[in-house]
């Protein structure tokens, strides 16, 4: 797709035009790299972990029902 990019910092496009050169791609690859790094989703290395991020353990037999037993522990078997 052909594109018109206004207000470029020079700076920026002179870097992204050399890169291209040492690389032997095209600015528009280039930039287009850039971009798709730039718009990633986000990792949650800063993001505060989440319950369903704790790995599955296996608490052996008997265990079965922990996680039932617990609720009713904590809130009453009259769920």
Known sequence: MDTTIRNLDPVLYRRARARAATEG???GAVINEAL?????????T???PHWWDVPV???GPGTENLSNEV?????GEDQ
Do not use: F, G
């Not at 609720?71 to 809130?75: A, K, P, R, S």
């Open 46 to 48: 800063d993001a505060k």
């Open 71 to 75: 609720e009713d522990i904590l809130y």
């Open 25 to 27: 791609k095209t600015v």
């Open 36 to 44: 798709r790094q730039h718009l990633r989703p986000q990792s949650r």
């Open 57 to 59: 353990e296996n608490w």
